[in-house]
């Protein structure tokens, strides 16, 4: 290989590529149609359904009938309302997660954010909401991942929502090991006392309902921590928007069709 091709900028590398060889969808391989500017097809992206219905006005999580939400009693009494698009882990969805934050796949934060976009929210959250708020990464995880997938998230499901991004008010400083194997009990320890508002924050935060931003939600502990940091800081009312949530104890099981 010459080195004008290894010193060649990425632009010009990545245009030559676009032009010799054709793009597949992320999750199924499968070639793209030609111009297509997605990074998922269409069939892909049709084994996402959005959860089922009838769900919880507040927390948006598939209800039975005539039950009490099993699910609200996660959250705390400031947190208004929360929404999420699909059912995670299992099938596309999980792919797609684990491509934009584990594969550096950040280019798919706008296709995910475009399902987020279509979640209907109370008519107060509709009103009142001030801005985004992503779930921040410690700055040892931001370095061997070169981003933050809640921060891409924001970014993307903002201009559709019609709020701003407020990317500085919160941070993480101290990194968490991964939640992923972890039982509820322990996340929550893990998560505790993770957040701090960066300073000079408490002002905008001040009175305002937040949304919070993250891939995913499991238990709502770490959605939890952020939001009792920014209760702390000032802000009144929270909510909360993940592309994916975890079944919990009673959903129906995943059917692999
Ligand atoms: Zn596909
Ligand atoms: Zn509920």
């Known amino acids: 290989m010459s080195d004008w ?60 009938s005539g039950e009490s939400c099993r699910w609200c009693p996660l959250l705390p009494d400031y947190v208004r309302a929360v929404r999420s698009w699909c059912w995670v882990p299992g099938g596309v969805a ?35 909401r001030s801005a985004l708020v992503p779930v921040p990464l410690a700055a040892e995880r931001m370095r061997t991942r070169g981003f933050n997938q809640s ?11 019609g ?22 009990e322990q996340r929550l320890h893990n998560v505790a006392d993770a957040f701090r508002v960066v300073e000079g924050a408490p002002s905008i935060l001040r009175g305002a309902h937040v949304i919070l931003v993250d891939d995913v939600v499991t238990t709502a502990a770490t959605l939890n921590e952020c939001a009792a940091t920014l209760w702390d800081a000032g802000a009144r009312i929270i909510s909360y928007v993940t592309f994916g949530r975890a079944r919990a104890a009673g959903d129906a099981p995943l059917s692999r069709g």
Request: neutral net charge.
């Open 163 to 184: 709020v701003p991004v407020w990317h500085d008010v919160i941070e993480r400083p101290r990194a968490t090991p991964s939640q992923t194997r972890l039982t509820p």
């Open 151 to 161: 921060a891409k998230l924001a970014d993307a499901l903002a201009p559709h929502l």
């Open 5 to 64: 091709w290894r010193a060649g900028s990425s632009a010009v590398r990545e245009h030559l590529e676009a032009l010799l060889l054709p793009r597949v969808c992320l999750a199924c391989d499968g070639v793209l149609r030609p111009g297509c500017e997605r990074m998922v097809c269409d069939v892909c992206w049709n084994r996402v359904p959005e959860l089922p219905r009838p769900r919880c006005e507040r927390c948006g999580h598939p209800a039975g």
């Open 94 to 128: 999980e792919r797609l997660v684990h491509a934009l934050k584990y594969e550096g796949w950040h280019e798919l934060a706008p296709e995910l954010a475009e399902r987020m976009a279509r979640l209907d929210w109370p008519a107060d959250v509709r009103d009142e």
